[in-house]
């Protein structure tokens, strides 16, 4: 398989050696997934079908179970999802080489705990590349979601569980567009959102953690510029509302939001690795930086959803002059 995918700001050239893989990077897409060639690309992604390790000799240890060598790095076992990895880097792109090694622990992880692996795997492969890449760019990784809602671009953050998914489904099945589920990459001006499935309680597609299923996501923009940032909450009441809340506590929402999630539990590591190898992008990704600067610029809002379901964001928000 040969394509390019555009997600979290970037194009990523994707060639895979491996069937198996192939259409678990396709599924992971959401759809997205091209095939063919980009003459833009700034991310490789190459699966190659050979099970050797890559040749470290000399190299020099960078920590337990990586290396690094003028520049380009080597990890074993990359995040444990099985897939050991090379990286390389220029001026123009990243390039990330892939080899299937797992371990015995590994491989019986992957057969038993499905959707785990799944999303582990399209993490390493497809999603981290290109938000490490997007670092180096001065954007930070942020659990959100920036979406249409009639005449409004809200920047909706949350923990996980609280019902984000499901609002901004409804916002696409009534004619909205969204950046992505879960994930996006921002500077504090725009948002570029991840390419993925969207992950609800009766979606269609593969069973996913927490009894949702995996459904292809109309309406989705690679980027947007929000004006408005919304901190969903769930309380007692029974309905839904919507009130003003500080720059500070919208900022604090939409860090511990992303330090929170699942989805970035091993990116912290996988980032900070391939930085010290490469000697390129932050140390830390300034998530802090970015998130305050979009609560300092954009009206906030806390969105009680209260007990019952069938909140809109659009008609919550109204208009654009509502929330300016």
């Not at 930070?140 to 920047?155: K, N």
């Not at 007692?236 to 003003?244: E, I, T």
Request: net charge neutral; with cysteine.
């Amino acid at each position: 398989m040969h394509g390019f995918l555009d997600t979290a700001g970037e194009c990523l050239d994707i060639e895979c050696a491996l069937p198996w893989v192939a259409e678990l990077l396709a599924e992971g897409s959401g759809g997205e997934l091209r095939q063919g060639e980009a003459s833009n690309t700034s991310v490789r992604v190459s699966v190659e079908a050979g099970g050797q390790a890559f040749r470290t000799d000399g190299w020099e240890v960078l920590t337990r179970g990586a290396w690094r060598r003028s520049g380009e790095v080597v990890v074993e076992d990359a995040c444990t999802a099985g897939f050991d990895l090379h990286v390389r880097c220029t001026r123009e792109r990243a390039e990330f080489t892939y080899r299937w090694r797992p371990p015995l622990r590994d491989r019986a992880a992957a057969w038993l705990l499905r959707s785990r692996f799944h999303l582990l795997a399209r993490a390493v492969l497809t999603q981290y590349p290109p938000l490490w890449w997007a670092g180096t760019r001065g954007r930070a990784p942020l659990h959100a979601s920036a979406c249409i809602a009639g005449v409004s671009t809200p920047l909706v953050t949350a923990p996980s569980g609280i019902g984000r998914s499901t609002l901004i489904f409804a916002e696409l099945e009534s004619g909205g567009q969204a950046t992505g589920d879960n994930l996006v990459v921002g500077d504090g001006t725009t948002v570029w959102g991840l390419a993925e499935p969207l992950r609800v309680e009766g979606g269609e597609g593969r069973p996913m953690p927490h009894g949702r299923r995996e459904t292809a996501m109309r309406g989705r923009v690679d980027a947007l510029i929000p004006n408005s940032l919304v901190l969903l909450e769930r309380t007692p009441a029974d309905q839904p509302s919507l009130l003003p809340c500080t720059s500070v506590m919208a900022g604090r929402s939409l860090v511990t939001s992303t330090y929170m999630a699942g989805e970035l539990r091993r990116y912290w590591a996988f980032a900070a690795t391939l930085s010290a190898g490469t000697g390129l992008g932050p140390a830390h990704p300034p998530v802090t930086d970015v998130a305050s600067t979009f609560a300092a610029r954009l009206p906030c809002f806390s969105l009680s959803l209260g007990r019952r379901s069938g909140a809109h964001l659009s008609e919550l928000l109204g208009s654009l002059e509502a929330v300016a």
